[in-house]
């Protein structure tokens, strides 16, 4: 990897980032779509937590990314599991039925 | 040189992935192109030398994480996006605001200086980096110096496993259960009445 | 002793005025007339003591307390007495207090009569205050006082549709005349350094104050001056030509207060102003001749439009208008204690007219409209008696009081060398015939034509109640005595009567007048007499035939010379459009970018924001985001901005 720098992975890890991002924003469609857009924003700081240990020849960012890995699939169930429960309370996942935060 | 061009290909395919998963019309197609992005971005991993990473990733990440997905969108019969409505997402004023989010990060992340530091505590890692594996440097990190961290992430994944049972614990009323307790503790005075009354005097001319 | 009497005498009235206001509405009704009827008699009764004992020609100061000292100015509150003060403060407690047993029954079935015995007492004591002041400021208030009293009676049934509009245009009116007032007032103070009567009269004699100038519209002599404001004054309060408007429509209220009011007292005011300030007028030429033209335009005018109205009060308006006309005009050519007798007089047979007039609509169930009325000389024959008197005092006949007062008037007026006298002259002659004319014209139509009105009315015609008989037989009296005694009293200064200094006394020159003009006026009398009986009661088509050839004349005559109209479009309607425009544009203008404008703006505002809080997760991401992405243009934005910039990113 000679040629590759810092800068190439953090340009790569930003646009995925803000990608992730705009899944969650553009999202009009059900509430899945913002679980999957979180995903990839965790993807894309996994990467960039990783690119930069390889740089900066630092393995606490792959022991942090170990961490990540951990709490990302624990917050994936436990979204998963409050999604199936709204759904099984209200009949639709959309997201213009959430809205009781309204005014 | 060639793992330059890995690293370009491999980039490419998941940011190409990613935009699917995010903006495709199949909700399956979502999912499937999450896991695509994740097996390549596993392959970045190995690039840059982290491949216990990159397998744990596939491991937890796509085979539990994204699976569980896939479940809950065959669950859920989620239903197909129409493409007008995709394309009607791309005109709205706050896509063009995403972009300019976008542009201005790459251009912030373009001024990162390379740097590289030195400190006391990576002065372990920074000798150990190039004669193990990844596992084996992971491991040296973690159950050392990252001891009590690892503990609390152990701890987050219990309370995600009471969280999640508790979500849908529904307790049963009508089932009835054996209360041992109760068994034991009854005796004859609190469980048998004798009662005493006069015999029943039959017709005598039914006979 | 003096002093108690006069106090007495000025401050009866007002406490009828206070107690009768302090009971509840219940016993209102039932104790204040009575109560106001029995201190103004009293007050009256202290007058008539003081008059017998007081040496006419003197002055009697009595000064009560001091009502402020501004450095050199001191101002108090007192009562002078000399025999202007004293002949007005005697009429006007005699003719209040007729008014009011009058009023006992003419007002006895009315459900406020309590509030209105009240308001007439305020009216006499503010009346009092008038004349009896010593200095200008005290007489200001009584100015001030009759004026609100009058609104006050004018608009006193004040449910009904017109009266509460007479009250405001009677108030607004006099209000252009206080004007006046109130600078004369201020060019006085500065000519004179003093507002008290006693030092302006000597200082008036004195040349060196009577050659001052005033610089307002370049260099005027100071008198003119003030002179042309008083006789502004005197023109709102006396219904003068231009500011008479009000008069004829203050006939909206009670009989009794038009009798009171507008025929014996607060038009009287404006002459009794000019008579007090008549050492002033003597100095100030100009101003007499405005005066004369004013008077005798006045007189013509208000005759004129007497002769076609159709409501029995406004045609006794009129009657007072022109006959106030023919005061200023006496006070013109400088016969101000012929102008001070045709007062008294008039107030005497206008008080009986109106009053009469009241028993006739009292009679007629409350009917004004002459052309109604007729054949009545049968049925009342008690009020045709005093209609009679009055009609016969008003022409002039002999005998009767208005004989000695208006030939008084007519030969000063002949007397006079003054510019424009001998057209003030011609033009009072033209009135004498104009007057006979509608005087005995309502005579006529409303005793002698058959009668006009319906059944129900005339089923209850009814003489007047003792209550109201009285007071007519008293005036009656005086109508017809008050000439002789008057012509003996201020005419002649006999009978134990001087002007002294109160007035500026002339004694007119009988010999110098030819015989032929002395006797004119009752000839010209006799003739219009003749003329009313002929157009009204034997060859009544004459009246119809000239009426259809002459409709210009008589249009001009019936509709008041469209002054009405004529003010409500050069004066009311600006007022009302600007007004309506400075409302509108206050709504819209400084209240939209002021208060109004701010409080609907923040609910805009609000209502805006409102919109934000969807509840969607998305939208507060989004919010979240956006501020980060200004954090972030920041940073990227800061090395190139223009400033260096000591903290964050700089």
Redesign the interface.
Known sequence: ???????????????????????V??N???L??V???V??ML?SV??NL??F????????G??F???I??????????G??????Y?KNHGT?NVSSATTLKG | ?F??FL?YVF?TI??VS??F???AIN?VI??LS?IL??FY?AG??V????EY?AF??II??VG???V??L???M??N?KK?SVK?VIQ?FK?P??L??L???V???????K?K????H?E??HL??ES?DGVT?AH??G???YTQ?FL?FQL?GL??F??MI??IV??YEKRTKVRKQNIKKQLLRTKKNSLQIVKFAPIVKNPEVE | MFDLLISLAVFLPLAGFIVGSLFPERYKNNHAPLICTAFLGVSFVSTFLLAINLKFGQIHYTQLWTWFKIKNLRVDWGMLIDSLSLTMVLLVTFISTLVHIYSLGYMHNDHHKGKFFTLLSLFTFAMLLLVTAPNLLQLFVGWEGVGLASYLLIGFWYKKENPPTAAMKAFIVNRVGDVGLVAAIGFIFYIFSTVEFMPIFTKIAVSSYSKQTLHLFGNMPAFDLIGLCLLLAAMGKSAQFGLHTWLPDAMEGPTPVSALIHAATMVTAGIFLICRFSNLFELAPIAQIVMLIVGSVTALFAGYTALTQNDIKKVIAYSTCSQLGYMVMACAVSAYSVAIFHLVTHAFFKALLFLGAGSVIHAMSGEQDIRRMGGLHKSIPFTYIIMLIGSLAITGIPIFSGFFSKDAIIESLYNSHMPFSNAAFAIAIIVVILTAIYSWRLIFIIFHQEPHCDEQVSAHIHESPASMKIPLFILSIGAIFSGYIGKKCYLNEGLGFKWGNALMHIPLDHHNVPLFIKYLPLLISILGIMIAYVLYVTRRNIADYVMQKCSFLYKLSHNKFYIDELYDLVFVKPVKVLGLLLSKGDINIIDKFGPDGLASGIFKVSDCVKKTATGQVNHMI?AF??V??LM??Y??CVPYLPIHLNFIGG
């Open positions: 990897m000679e040629t590759i720098t810092l800068n190439h992975c953090l340009v790569l890890n930003g646009i995925l980032f803000t990608l992730g991002l705009l899944g924003l553009l009009r469609r059900h899945l779509m679980l999957i857009a995903e990839v993807l996994n990467l990783v690119s240990s390889y740089f900066l020849k630092d393995y606490a792959q022991v990314t170990v961490f890995l951990t709490v990302a699939a624990a917050e994936a169930a436990i998963l599991a409050i999604l199936t429960l759904y996942i | 040189m793992l330059d690293f980039a998941l940011l990613a935009s998963a995010l903006f909700p979502n999912v999450l992005a994740m971005s970045i991993f690039l840059l030398r982290a990473l744990t990733l937890i990440y539990a994480v994204a569980l997905f479940f809950v969108v669950m859920l989620i996006r409505e997402q709205t706050l896509f605001f995403g300019l989010l976008m201005e990060i790459v251009l912030l992340l373009l990162a390379n740097i590289i530091y400190d505590l990576s890692a920074f980096f990844n440097a992971i040296q990190v973690l990252y961290c992430v987050i994944l309370v995600a969280g999640a979500l849908v | 989004l985001i956006f980060l992405f972030f243009a940073i990227l």
